[in-house]
Structures are given as structure tokens and as C-alpha cells.
């Protein structure tokens, strides 16, 4: 290999993290749907959502119009021992595809929690302390976000209590210990410890548990002890809000050298990723400043955007939170256990929702066992074991890079790569046994899912 | 917190990479005693090492008198991939710990075998690549050396056998599938696959495997193979040589703010973090150009420095490896399993050990549960979930910033942070649980080991 004109990896120095988040929403013609208040069909007031969020979240939550939000010092102090996360181009594995595509990764793993969470989590554990809470409950799926959680906290010195989401618990027992050692209470979902839980267990007693249910639990745990706060991880506009950090730092180290993506791939389970990656890209779309091609990659076995509907629904299976507007398999939907890592969301961040129906971006689905085919493709060259999460992102860029070659096009290709897959090594043994399996859901499980979607809205 | 003056993370850019390692032993008066032909206990000449190694490291071996020995082009793209590591400043440690003391950390952690043993194991797969060998043979203990030689095997097309100390296969699961899905074959050690494995099975059933144990069946399997070598990733000089890098790239970010480091600290197994950490500025020492104090931290289990002997003996139990004269407990020493991580070499690299004998570095030794103390208080306020040999370092940089706060010192503390723990979560769950016990072998224990040494030298 000769030497490069870019670096393999840009960094950024540390005055280049950005200091302020950008708000997407402020660019977006047609705002994203409010969320309902599911007793009265109307929009959820600031007042309303308050028992459940801390207030300056609330506030974030329901700002459509600030395009720029200050990142309070204590954050920008925090993003400091991991940021700026570096924007890799990928010439390993542009050699080993022989494409002339170009290929870039904004990489969100070099950080204990493993990804991108911990940039909102620092963020909600940073006003729930502000507020003077005790402490703050949450769910985690892949456990990557009660990592994150559970860093945070230890940080801002407040309780943390987790529900995981039962398959992950028992698959990820490390993921646990990582949370234990940063001193965050974690339990399996469902659990008996809530009254929503119990119910779940009643109704399903084999069932190895989904996001939306461990969300169902972490709320209640939270309205019902005084001090406590939810925070969620993905889903919503304020985690967007604090995502936008990787987008605006992968474009600042790209404008450095000169280099405009064509093409800009994210997976996608909640969104927290994806929306946060293109954020600044899809600005500039929004105000026609610029063209950008964006594709979310989800799992075939939990396909949201490509097999869902646009509607209001509930963003927890035990129907608890307010309804928001987006694509959704329905509440009741719980994906295949034999799905690796997280994206088992049945819902989709509202804000990609609205630019999804507005045609601003594509999607598209992939299957497991070619995702895992990608990953270890990707972890040979570049020396990084991905996240099953991120190998998403990594197959469509494969992908996109191999229809350059047949074309001889000279794309810039930049996806995400959210994190990394030390606590994924089930599923890699799996992969490498050969009996990893792909499910995918027939339109009748689907249309039955979908059935159960409230009428509202 | 307010800003600091200097940054959090200290990043070189890529072209401050050194390009070339630094080779100690060029400025050491007393050299270190050669290796000798166990046979004839004679040294061992290039010709007897090289069905053992490759021809170009054992010229690196055996080279005690260039200063300077350059990193050919493709090892030097490879590091490309992860190096520059980061030199961090401890800002947060520094404020939990009230101290005076500036700490300062480098941080090899951030690639996924998740140590410094890259830097090496990329070096010494290159050479065999460029030897048309077709593979090699090596032992791990904690998984890191295993999973770093998979990564550079894989990188170049080799085949690589793996022979893992077998607690640490069962303990480690996760390691196994990592240097899987890298294509790399791994076997428990010891194992009936080699005349020394089954020897040992004989006489100790129910052994959980040593180093020294796995070493000699790594090396039984390369002599016996056609194209194959033995490779190590520590107590060699030729892996000293390599380690330099971390040495060589914390000092260049040092220098680039200012700031002497007045003690240096890394944790020392076979010894290859530790002596490539300190070897430029143990150059000076030695030219007399600057004085540094360097503290070699081993866990009290597994005392070569501070409780062995410095004498000619075996680097492998089986006793098929030439004689190297080193601080050592005997070849027979088998740790307790009880330990976590690495560090359970029986000896010490014969640089680190001349060095220590001409009282050029001090050595101590620390006890299991104070390392995990330190290891917790770490990763709660810097972020990274450390692995259990580099928080042997962090118990004494802690207690070297907590003298300074009782004598007021503004002192620069350096310390190596050679890896990160999430492959070591058993250990930790036993900390998190309170099982975690110490071990310190007894004075009768070691005696007895010592009587084994071989009588040469």
C-alpha cells in the first residue's frame, strides 16, 4: 500500500467538538407529528410530559424551531474524554472490494460503553442532576445504552436503574457486569418487579422480552418512586438532538479535506444513530443547500420502516408513554429472539419518520447472516470487530462500494459505525458454528401486529 | 471543571507515527546476557534460533548495537490503523483523588485484540509473511496476545494456531470466538495435541495451564510443522524493540507540551509493555541526558522481579526453549488460577531484568483485590473500563498521586494503560460480588520452585 493523500483516520482536535447540537427539525418543512397524550387524543403539553422527563428535556423534546442548542459545559467536559471520535477512511477495505468508491466511517466505539449512546447519555444524566434527582430509570436492549446510562451516572454521582431486555440479559451476562461495576441496579425484562411486568409474564410466560416492554417497566419504576426520571436512549427528538454531535463532526473532518459524501448510510432500530449521522447532511438538503443520498439499513426481522405503516402508536408495548407518529409493526410487536444485538425496536424515531415519508431518505433491509458475512469481512481489514448494530451499515455500504465497481463511479460512501462487538461474541460464535439463522416475519404476522394499532390519530 | 491547557487526549498525526523502533539495548552498558543453547550451554548462535524463529527477528534478537531500526512500510500502514495511541491526561482521576500530581496515561487500548500487543504481533506476522512461511504457532494467556497475532495473521494471510492457557480458554470464551471470526485455530493448553501437553496432562490432570506450559506446546508444534515458526508476544528483545513504539510516540506528545514526566509505571508480566513504554527516555537515563524514576508493577502472585532470582533459566515449562538469564521464579512456577488476566509469567524480559539489576528500575508488587479497587475507582472517572494488568499500573500511579497530595509535589506521573477489561468481566464479576480473593505464594512455595532451576549460567 502506498501513502495516502487523507489520513486513515481524521481526527479532530479537542476545540473542534462541536458546541452546540444541531436541531433538525428547526430545517424541516413539516415538523414531525406531536406526541399524543393517549387519554385525550391531543397534543402532550410541556406539564404533561414533565412527571415522566426532566424539564430541560421537555423542552428539547418539543423544540421545533431553535436550529442550534448549546451544549452545557459540564457535557462538553464529559464528550472530552472520548471525543472527537475519529472518521476513518476505509482504504483496507476499498483494496479488498477493488472498488473505486471512496469508502468513510464516522467509528463511535472507542468509548467503554462500547457506541454512540453515551453522547445522549451524558447529556440526560447531566439535566437530571441539574434537577436535583435521585436518580434515573431505563431499559437497554444489546445493552449498549445502559452502558452508557451507567457511565453517565457514575459520572454525575445518581442512581441508575436498568431494565434489559430479558435475551440480551441472559446472552450478554458481561454487559450486566459492566453496568454493576459502574454501580447502575440491573434487572431481566420482564421482570416481577413492575406491575406491567408481571402482567407480561401472566400473558406471555416464555417471552424472552422486546424494548418496547422494558420501556413499559423503567417508566412505571419511574413515575411510581420519588426522584426518579425515565431517560430512553433512542426514539426520541431530544437523543437526535444530542446524536447530531456525530454528524457535525463528520462533517467538519470531512469539509477539512475537501470530501462531499454522495451516499450516507446508517442502521437503524430506534434511529438514534442514523438521525444523529445525517442531521447536519440533511440540513443543508432540507435548506437546498446541498444533495445527499441517505439510506437506513434495518434488520429483515424487525423492518419498520420498509414493512411498517406510518401511524400513531404507542412507543411501549405496556402502552404507558404518550402515542408518537411514526413507522411502526405495531406495540405489540416482539421480534425473533434469534435477532443478535439491538435494532429490535417496533417503532421508528418520529423526526426520520416524517423525512421517510417525505421521501428525503431511503431504507432498506437486510438479513442477519449476510449482515455477519459483512462483519467479518470488515473486521479482517479494518482490525475493528463490529457491532452487529453497525454491520447493518457496513453490508449496504459493501454493497453500494461493489455497484460502484460494476459502474466505475468514484462515490464518497460514509456510514456509521455505531460501536463495537466485544459483547456480541455469542452471536459471532454462532455465525462461526454456522448455525446463526435468518428470520423474517410473513405479512400475516405483520398485518396481526398491526391490527392492534390504536385509532387514534 | 474548567478548560486545561492541555488537552484531554494528546493525538499525534499520523506522520508523527516514529518510523523507526528504538532498540535499547544500544545504549546499555552491561548488555543483556545472551541466550543460550541449553545442549551446550553455549549462546545460542543465529543458526540454532532460526528453525525457531524467523530469519529477520532473529537478527532483531541478536542485534544489541543499532540504536535505530526501521519499521518497513507495510507494518508501518497497519499501525496506521489504530496508532497514533493516545496519551490522555488524567483530569478527572487527578480532581477524585484531590492530588497535586499530573497524571498522564497512554492508552493502547484502542484496537480490537484491546492491548498493546499489536504493535508486535503485526511486526512478527509481516516477517514470516515475508519469509513465504505459510504460518505460526503461538501461546496467549489473558487472550490478548492471541487475539493481537489472529488480527496481524489474518491482516497478511497466514495461518495461525493459537494454544491458550486453558483457564483463561474457559474463563475467556468470548476471546476464543474473537480470534475465530479472525480465522485463527485455538486449542486449550495443555492439550494432547503435542508430546508436552500430553506430558504434563500425566503428570498434573487437573492443571489449568501456565504460560510456560502453552509456550512449550506452541513451539513443539512449529518445529515439528514445515513453514511454520514460533512466535511471542513478550520477554524477547525483538518484542521490546517493537513495543518502543509506545514508548517512543509518549514521549513525542510529551515533549510536544512541555512536560517531563518525573515517574514512569507500567505493569510487567513477561515485561514487553512496560519496556517499550519506558525504553526512549531509559535511553537518556542511561546517556545521562535526563533522569526518570521507572516503577515495574507485578501482581504479588506472581513475584519475578521483587521476589524471584536473576539467574540463567528455561522461558517455557517444557524445557525445549533456549536459556535466558532472567529474574525469575522458576519454570515450573504455576500461578494461582485465582488471578486474573496475564502477568502470570513465570520470568521477565532479560533487558527489563539487567536493567533492575543495575538499579536502573525499581519493582512492586500488588495484591489482587487492590488492583481491582483501583480498577473501579478508574473506570468510574476516566471512562474505561480497564484490563486487570494495566490497573496493576493504576494502583501505583494512585498511590504515587496520594503521596504527592501529602507532600504537596506537583509531580508528572506517567503510567501505561495497556488495555481495556471487556474480555475480563468474570473477574470483575467476582470482584463486583465479593468472591475475589488474594494469593501470595509462600517463601517454602518459591524455594521450592527455585531448587529446579537449572544448574548453568
Request: aromatic share 10%; net charge negative.
Amino acid at each position: 500500500m502506498a501513502n495516502r493523500e487523507i489520513p486513515y483516520k481524521i481526527y479532530l482536535s479537542e476545540n473542534e467538538i462541536p458546541k452546540t447540537w444541531y436541531n433538525v427539525r428547526a430545517d424541516m418543512k413539516t415538523k414531525p407529528a406531536p406526541l399524543l397524550n393517549p387519554g385525550t387524543g391531543k397534543p402532550a403539553t410541556a406539564e404533561e410530559l414533565t412527571p415522566v422527563f426532566c424539564k430541560e428535556l421537555v423542552d428539547q423534546e418539543l423544540n421545533n424551531d431553535d436550529r442550534e442548542i448549546e451544549i452545557p459545559e459540564e457535557i462538553y467536559n464529559f464528550y472530552k474524554m472520548y471525543r472527537p471520535a475519529p472518521l476513518v477512511r476505509a482504504y483496507c477495505l476499498e483494496e479488498k472490494l477493488q472498488t473505486p468508491a471512496h469508502i468513510y466511517y464516522k467509528f463511535e466505539g472507542n468509548n467503554t460503553s462500547g457506541s454512540h449512546k453515551l453522547n445522549s447519555a451524558i447529556a440526560q444524566a447531566y439535566y437530571a442532576k441539574k434537577e436535583g434527582l435521585k436518580g434515573v430509570t431505563t431499559e437497554t436492549g444489546a445493552g449498549q445504552w445502559g452502558t452508557a446510562l451507567s457511565m453517565a451516572c457514575s459520572y454525575f454521582n445518581l442512581d441508575c436503574k436498568v431494565y434489559m431486555v430479558k435475551v440480551s440479559y441472559e446472552q450478554k451476562p458481561f454487559r450486566r457486569e459492566v453496568m454493576r461495576t459502574y454501580g447502575a441496579n440491573v434487572t431481566p425484562s420482564p421482570s416481577d418487579t413492575t406491575q406491567i411486568g408481571r402482567k407480561i409474564l401472566a400473558e406471555h410466560p416464555g417471552t424472552t422480552g422486546s424494548l418496547g416492554c422494558a420501556i413499559s417497566e423503567a417508566v412505571e419504576a419511574a413515575v411510581t418512586q420519588p426522584g426518579y426520571r425515565y431517560v430512553l436512549g433512542s426514539v426520541l427528538n431530544q437523543v437526535l438532538l444530542h446524536q447530531s454531535i456525530i454528524g457535525l463532526e463528520a462533517k467538519t473532518a470531512l469539509d477539512k479535506y475537501g470530501v462531499k459524501p454522495d451516499v450516507i448510510i446508517g442502521c437503524a432500530g430506534g434511529g438514534s444513530n442514523l438521525g444523529g449521522l445525517i442531521a447536519p447532511f440533511m440540513g443543508e438538503k432540507l435548506r437546498g443547500e446541498a444533495d445527499y443520498e441517505f439510506i437506513a439499513v434495518e434488520p429483515a426481522s424487525c423492518p419498520s420502516f420498509t414493512r411498517g405503516v406510518y401511524a400513531y402508536d404507542f412507543a411501549d408495548t405496556g402502552k404507558v408513554c404518550p402515542l408518537a407518529k411514526m413507522y411502526t409493526l405495531g406495540s405489540d410487536f416482539i421480534p425473533s429472539p434469534n435477532h443478535a444485538g439491538g435494532l429490535r425496536y417496533h417503532g421508528m424515531s418520529p423526526i426520520l419518520s416524517q423525512l421517510y415519508d417525505d421521501g428525503m431518505l431511503k431504507a432498506v433491509s437486510v438479513k442477519q447472516t449476510e449482515v455477519f458475512d459483512a462483519a467479518e469481512t470488515f473486521a479482517r481489514v479494518e482490525g475493528i470487530l463490529p457491532a452487529p448494530e453497525s454491520s447493518h451499515a457496513i453490508k449496504v455500504a459493501i454493497d453500494e462500494a461493489l455497484k460502484c465497481k460494476e459502474t466505475g463511479e468514484e462515490k464518497n460512501i460514509l456510514f456509521g459505525l455505531t460501536g463495537t462487538g466485544y459483547f456480541d461474541l455469542t452471536a459471532y460464535e454462532a455465525y462461526n458454528n454456522g448455525t446463526m439463522t435468518d428470520y423474517i416475519p410473513t405479512d400475516e404476522t405483520l398485518a396481526e401486529f398491526r391490527s392492534h394499532l390504536p385509532k387514534i390519530g
